[in-house]
């Protein structure tokens, strides 16, 4: 089972939200991450609302303060722009995995030349 959260920053900290971003709610990521683990979940897919489609990288902060939180992979979503910024995610944000679209879609990132990147930073990847 894997856990969807999309978050926004909020003046305090993050607040979940739902129906892609339209309602949000008072609930914290990291809190509503720990008791989707309690209740069985296996995987959490984290989406930063507030980084997606910005391409001024994942937000670290917060995907490192779930994936330190959690026992369960943890994937980043949102913000990714440059090969960097999976380095980054991968080392600063300790994700398990990371999840981008249009830096793909838009050929503006090579697959095989991100997973060299990656490797070449000793960050484990299938080449």
Do not use: C
């Amino acid at each position: 089972i894997v856990l969807s959260i999309d978050v926004k920053a909020s003046g305090d900290g993050w607040r979940v939200f739902l129906n892609g971003g339209r309602i949000q709610t008072e609930i914290d990521p990291v809190e509503w991450a720990k008791q989707g683990v309690e209740l069985g979940v296996g995987e959490i897919l984290l989406t930063s609302i507030t980084a997606d489609g910005t391409k001024a990288g994942f937000d670290l902060k917060l995907t490192r303060a779930v994936s330190t939180t959690v026992s369960v992979p943890v994937v980043a979503s949102g913000g990714a722009g440059t090969l960097e910024d999976f380095a980054a995610v991968f080392i600063g944000g300790m994700a398990d995995a990371a999840l981008a679209a249009s830096v793909f879609h838009y050929r503006q990132i090579a697959i095989p030349d991100l997973k060299n990147f990656l490797n070449s930073w000793s960050i484990e990847v299938r080449i």
